[in-house]
């Protein structure tokens, strides 16, 4: 079975600081791995995705991931935080077995203060 | 311009009075899902399906119905609404498994209230 967990309801973070949401999943079978950004009244935004491909993912706005199997771990980092990145952010794994499955994380709310 | 739509956006009903909320993709995307968001548990997943007329069952479809008669549509139904459904809603497409974009694209949400 797939799992996701993200560490920390809420973080909080001052103007220019470094970002880090924690996201850990276990998964049965190879994942794809994948970060959503939800602003508020808005649907799910992309941020970035883990494909298989280079362990070091790069997203919009940003945001960088590292997948790291030895870990079972995928966080969030962005050098410097800016007033627009407080949102909510998600973690998600899919795989196939059969069907198309996507488990997400609770969330993490990101705050920032000036 | 790509995007996911549903409709309605607010909604608030009486319990057993059936629903419908319509969500309709202009991607040609294969696969299309529902999802629920309450506070503290993130989105889970309803139904989702693989094409026209293949639906299966998410973590939560109980209380739910949905149906894939055409490619762009997948419409979520409440039968008898209750309380325990009030809920913010979304709808997702993506394409096939395996492809290059295999992201979720994702609605405006629609947040049902149920009294």
């Known amino acids: 079975a797939q799992s996701v967990t993200q560490l920390g309801s809420h973080v909080s973070v001052s103007e220019g600081a470094l970002v880090l949401l924690r996201c850990n999943y276990s998964s049965s079978v190879p994942p794809y791995l994948f970060w959503y950004v939800q602003y508020p009244n808005q649907g799910l935004q992309l941020l970035l995705k883990?494909?298989?491909?280079?362990?070091l993912v790069k997203g919009i706005n940003g945001f960088e991931a590292e997948f790291k199997k030895s870990e079972t771990s995928f966080h969030l980092t962005k050098p410097s935080a800016h007033m627009s990145d407080a949102a909510e952010y998600f973690c998600a794994v899919s795989v196939y077995t059969g069907g198309f499955k996507t488990i997400f994380g609770a969330g993490t709310r990101l705050f920032v203060k000036a | 311009e790509a995007q996911v739509t549903q409709n309605p956006r607010y909604l608030i009903t009486v319990t057993g009075k059936k629903l419908t909320v319509t969500c309709s993709q202009n991607?040609?995307?294969?696969?299309m899902s529902w999802y629920r968001q309450d506070p503290g548990l993130g989105l889970r997943q309803i139904y989702y399906?693989?094409?026209?007329?293949?639906?299966d069952k998410g973590d939560v479809p109980e209380g739910y119905k949905v149906s894939r008669k055409e490619k762009r549509n997948f419409p979520l139904i409440l039968e008898s609404p209750s309380p325990n459904q009030t809920s913010l809603y979304f709808c997702?497409?993506?394409?096939?498994?395996?492809?290059?974009?295999?992201?979720?694209?994702f609605g405006q949400g629609t947040r049902l209230t149920v009294v």
């Open positions: 997702a497409s993506s394409s096939r498994w395996g492809q290059k974009n295999t992201e979720a694209f």
């Open positions: 991607m040609n995307h294969e696969y």
């Open positions: 399906s693989m094409n026209v007329e293949v639906t």
């Open positions: 883990y494909t298989s491909a280079a362990t």
